[in-house]
């Protein structure tokens, strides 16, 4: 017979559950990049300079099945991706949350 655990659950024993963390949706349009710069110098952790045509791609971390220009990024990245957004200067980069 199992023991009781405080919380009553094996895995998390006090009770307390990780919260799931959610995800945005981010997206490029690709052929309307200027290669600026702007988003990878704002927010490098998602994105990228292409090395063959130098415009801007999603990090090969938070890519959506292998696309460079769709990503699924983490919500504590939403500022840094949102501020990219805001200040490419052809707003090329939508944001949607999952």
């Known amino acids: 017979m199992q023991e009781d ?4 659950h094996d895995l998390y024993p006090l009770g307390i559950f990780p919260r799931r963390m959610s995800m945005i949706h981010v997206s490029i349009k690709r052929e309307d990049c200027t290669a600026c710069s702007t988003c990878w110098e704002t927010c490098p952790e998602v994105f990228e300079e ?5 415009f801007s791609q999603i990090r090969e971390k938070y890519r959506a099945d292998g696309g460079i220009s ?3 990024v983490p919500d504590n990245l939403k ?3 949102g501020e990219a957004a805001a200040l490419c200067p052809v707003q090329i980069i939508s944001i949607t949350e999952e």
């Open 50 to 54: 292409n090395g063959d045509d130098n």
């Open 5 to 8: 655990k405080p919380g009553g």
């Open 70 to 72: 769709e990503g699924k």
């Open 79 to 81: 500022g840094c991706v």
